[in-house]
């Protein structure tokens, strides 16, 4: 079976047993899930997207919230990494393919180290969880009680960090106040959500990094373009936000810039609802889609395009417009094959996205921002809604469920999966065609 196909098969069964497990009336608080509510809730969970068409807080129980927390660590650190710690924890070989398959799955060159790459990444999402959870518990822990403080802390602090944006706040009896927005609560919020959005090789490049050690040229551009990404979105929002009429026009410039940095870090990948989107400046909206189109980076919790397909794009558009020949960056020349799957992922992407728009359109009551704004938050696993989630009839329900599938994987591991390919050694004679 091909590795591609092996990730599908597995998120797939995947999400049959967290269906089968939210299914159960105990994961209910009053009464049980229906089977289109637990697959819609598995899918979102597994595809560390958000979209629900339930309120967690509201409508699970104490151990539906345990279920749904474990289905979101699992779907952030891959089932691929889950199985291989599975097989080291019982003393089994992992074989050849499990290496070439996780290998593929954490965006890997190489299958040397893996093992104890794996370990690592064990090691290093629990660190980040924990202490993650730690600043949130000692940020609640004064107004809420320091033991719910403490399962609320650790409960969020993964769901940012899997870039999943579940919350147990929103319409919450237990929460009146509804989601936490003090500064502190929003900072520690968007750096767990950049630290799982960066991606797993480079996380494991920048802990191991010395001084005077120079830094991978996927870590470069990856960086690089996040930065550029997340000051970029933070002006853009600042300034949408500052137009009349829109949602946080009323408030003092300060707190319209925290909120345009949380919105622009959180947007690619991990989409957490502080207020109703719905009434949000249109310049926003377009700022947000975009964001969320190219997503998070390549093996980390988050879907889209992914940063390093936009990078390789953008410096093929600057070698052509300078006339040259090859993609260059910095010192070093990009592989034609890059430049190739770079392309067609982009081209995937937007077709994709454009037919999932058009059947919402066409079979939901929904406008055209709000099935483009639902069509790419689900395919880039964001979880930014602007309201039509809720309104999703059964097909409508299946439909964006689909997407969140194939942009959890990535659209080009999807149609490689169901395409039968074959190399070809035959070359055929070159011919120009009129391009521009």
């Keep these: 079976m091909k590795p591609a196909l092996r990730l599908v098969v597995g998120l797939a069964l995947l999400v049959l047993a967290g269906t089968l497990l939210l299914r159960v009336p105990a994961c209910g608080r009053n009464q049980a899930l229906t089977w289109a509510q637990a697959f819609f809730t598995a899918v979102s969970a597994l595809a560390t997207t958000g979209l629900s068409v339930i309120t967690p807080g509201k409508d699970l129980s104490l151990t539906g919230q345990w279920v749904l927390l474990l289905l979101m660590q699992v779907g ?3 089932y691929m990494v889950l199985s291989v710690v599975v097989f080291l924890l019982l003393g089994r070989d992992v074989t050849f393919q499990d290496r070439v398959t996780l290998r593929d799955s954490l965006g ?3 299958t040397s180290s893996l093992l104890h790459l794996v370990r690592l990444v ?5 660190l980040i969880e924990v202490t993650g959870g730690l ?3 000692l940020l609640w822990g004064p107004a809420m009680g320091w033991k719910q403080a403490a399962y609320l802390g650790l409960w969020h602090s993964v769901s940012a960090f899997c870039n999943a944006s579940f919350d147990l706040f929103s319409g919450s009896p237990d929460a ?3 989601f936490p927005q003090d500064a502190g609560t929003l900072l520690v919020l968007s750096s767990m959500v950049a630290l799982g959005s960066i991606g797993i090789p480079v996380l494991s490049e920048l802990v191991r990094w010395r001084p005077g050690k120079r830094l991978s040229l996927h870590t470069r551009l990856t960086l690089i373009t996040v930065g550029v990404l997340l000051l970029g979105g933070t002006v853009l929002l600042f300034v949408g936000f500052s137009q009349t009429g829109d949602l946080f026009a009323d408030q003092p410039w300060p707190r319209r810039l925290l909120m345009a940095w949380f919105h622009s870090s ?3 990948t991990s989409g957490f609802v502080l207020e109703d989107l719905s009434h949000m400046h249109a310049g926003n909206v377009l700022v947000l889609s975009c964001l969320m189109f190219v997503g998070g980076s390549p093996a980390s919790m988050g879907g889209g395009i992914t940063t390093s397909t936009v990078a390789v794009l953008l410096l ?3 070698a052509q417009v300078r006339g040259r020949g090859r993609v260059r960056a910095g010192a070093r020349e990009l592989a034609t094959e890059t430049v190739t799957k770079a392309s067609a992922i982009f081209v995937l992407a937007l077709v994709f996205c454009g037919v999932v728009s058009w059947l919402l359109l066409i079979t939901q009551p929904a406008t055209l921002p709000e099935a483009i704004f639902e069509t790419v938050s689900a395919f880039s696993t964001c979880g930014f809604t602007l309201g039509l989630t809720t309104r999703l009839d059964l097909f409508g329900q299946f439909l964006v469920a689909a997407t969140m599938f194939c942009g959890r994987l990535g659209v080009l591991t999807v149609v490689v999966a169901m395409t039968r390919t074959s190399t070809s050694l035959v070359r055929y004679p070159e011919e ?4 521009g």
């Design 76 to 78: 952030g650190v891959g």
């Design 108 to 110: 890997l060159i190489s």
């Design 122 to 126: 064990v090691a290093g999402v629990v």
């Design 135 to 137: 600043a949130l518990w």
């Design 176 to 178: 009146p106040a509804g």
């Design 266 to 268: 959180t947007a690619r």
């Design 316 to 318: 093929a558009v600057q």
């Design 432 to 435: 120009k065609i009129l391009i």
